[in-house]
């Protein structure tokens, strides 16, 4: 009985060791975890805190650029209207100093990736942050990403072959008067078939559109991205 008394207690110590040591483990693996993730919380903030900046910087809305664009839809409809002449449209396109530009937006997503990569993203205890974390990066980013080259093609298209009279602050660089310079380009007659043909409508439409939608994706991604910081914020005060 003794005996048996002895194995038992030999037996429970030693479950209770193992059980205790996998506890202390589970605990060290958990801080380990927590502390990453803290550091993390802290690097996606800084992350976060720069693509608001750059989303703000390519806001077009407000701008003498988005101003320029729309008294250029104003300026072609009128003509084709018969409200202005071909030499009153053409003095008055040389008042627009610039459109605006289809320089798209960048998102770094490298400490999200670091996270995902090394797994601890599916231990995240909090699935709502897990949800908007996948949603930025791996939902509205891939969306910029795609919109970003579409932009590209079509903003490179346009200046080059539709419209290649704006910006024209770059001829301030090649000539002594850009102002004469203004007056020669639009005294083309390739100029004037440009700007005067019916396709130039649809072109410009093209292009304004797309600005226009690629301004609405900057807006959902800025949303999201101020809706994340704030999740963040939170996560870190209780941190």
Known sequence: MDKIKKYFIEFLMIFLGITLGFFAENM????????SMIQNYKALIDDLRADSITINRYNIEGTKAYADLVKLHTLIYDFHSKKISW??????????????????VFINNSTFKAIQSSGLLSGLDDKQLTRKLSYYYEVILKRVEDNNKIFDQIGIEFYNKQFPFVPYNFTNRLFENSDNYKEFLFGLQASKKIICSEEFIFDLDAFSGKVLHYNSIKETLYKENQSLLKTLYKIQQQN
Do not use: F, H, N
């Not at 060290?28 to 502390?35: G, H, L, N, S, V």
């Open 28 to 35: 060290r693996e958990d801080y380990k975890i927590k502390k």
């Open 87 to 104: 030499d009153s449209l053409k003095i008055k396109m040389m008042e627009i100093d610039r459109l605006p530009s289809y320089g798209t």
